[in-house]
C-alpha cells in the first residue's frame, strides 16, 4: 500500500479535484483506490446527517467502498476553519484522534490512499494543534496542490519549506489552473520544476466542468508508486 498527505497552497484551489483525477489515474492502471477526508467543515445537514462535497467525491472516486463516516469521520457545519467549526459545534479535536482514524481507514490497504487536509498546510484544529501534525504523527509522505494564480510561487515554496521542516518528504506536486486569466503561466512553472524539491506529477487545465476520467489524463502517478 501507498499512501500520501494530500494538501494545498490554501483553501479553494481543487485539491479534492487533483486528488480525484489521481484516484482515477490510478484506478485506470488497475489500482483499488480509497480517499479520506479526516476532518471537513462546511457540511450540510442531509437525511443521512452531515455530508461534505469533497469528501462525497472521494468516496465516489475510491475502489474501495467505505461508509461516509469512515471517509469523513469528523464532519463539521459551520464553513471555518476546522477548530472554530469545531468549537461553534461544541467539539474538540486533537491530533491523535485523527490519527486512530486515518488508520483505521487504511486498515482496508488499498494499493493507493490519499488522505486529503483541509485548507492549506498549517490548518489549526485546536487552539494547541495543528493539521500538519496528522501527516507527521502517521510518518506519510505529502502531495502538494500548487493552485496556480497570482501569489503562488510565494505560497508553493514556503509550504514546501514547512513540509520538510516537519521532518515529511514531498513526494510531488500537483499544478492546477486555477485561474485561466493567469499571467506569464509557463514562466511560473519553469520557475516552480527549479526550486521544488519534489517531481511534478502533472498540470491539470483550467476545466470547471472536467471529470476525475478527463483530468486524470495529465497526470503522472509513477513517482508515487
Not at 467525491?57 to 469545531?86: F, G, R
Not at 490512499?113 to 509522505?141: C, Y
Request: glycine fraction near 10%.
Amino acid at each position: 500500500m501507498k499512501a500520501y498527505f494530500l494538501t494545498g497552497t490554501d483553501t479553494g484551489i481543487g485539491k479534492t479535484t487533483v486528488a480525484c483525477a489521481l484516484l482515477a489515474r490510478a484506478r485506470k492502471q488497475g489500482l483499488s483506490t480509497l480517499g479520506l477526508k479526516p476532518v471537513a467543515a462546511g457540511c450540510e445537514q442531509t437525511p443521512d446527517g452531515l455530508r461534505n462535497s469533497d469528501a462525497l467525491m472521494l468516496q465516489a472516486e475510491s475502489t474501495v467502498k467505505v461508509s461516509y463516516p469512515e471517509v469523513n469521520p469528523v464532519a463539521l457545519e459551520a464553513p471555518l476553519s476546522p477548530h472554530l467549526a469545531a468549537k461553534a459545534a461544541g467539539r474538540r479535536l486533537t491530533i491523535t484522534q485523527l490519527t486512530g482514524f486515518v488508520r483505521a481507514g487504511l486498515s482496508h490497504r488499498p494499493d493507493l490512499a490519499l488522505v486529503e487536509g483541509a485548507g492549506g498546510w498549517r490548518v489549526p484544529i485546536s487552539d494547541r494543534e495543528l493539521l500538519s501534525a496528522l501527516p507527521k504523527d502517521l510518518r506519510m509522505p505529502v502531495v502538494l496542490v500548487i493552485g496556480l494564480r497570482l501569489g503562488c510561487l510565494n505560497h508553493a515554496i514556503l509550504t514546501a519549506e514547512a513540509i520538510l521542516k516537519d521532518g515529511l518528504r514531498l513526494a510531488g506536486w500537483v499544478g492546477n489552473r486555477v485561474d485561466p486569466d493567469m499571467a506569464d503561466p509557463e514562466g511560473n512553472l519553469a520557475t516552480l520544476r527549479n526550486l521544488l524539491p519534489a517531481p511534478c506529477l502533472g498540470i491539470v487545465p483550467y476545466l470547471p466542468d472536467g471529470s476525475p476520467e478527463a483530468l486524470a489524463s495529465h497526470l503522472d502517478i509513477a513517482p508515487l508508486l
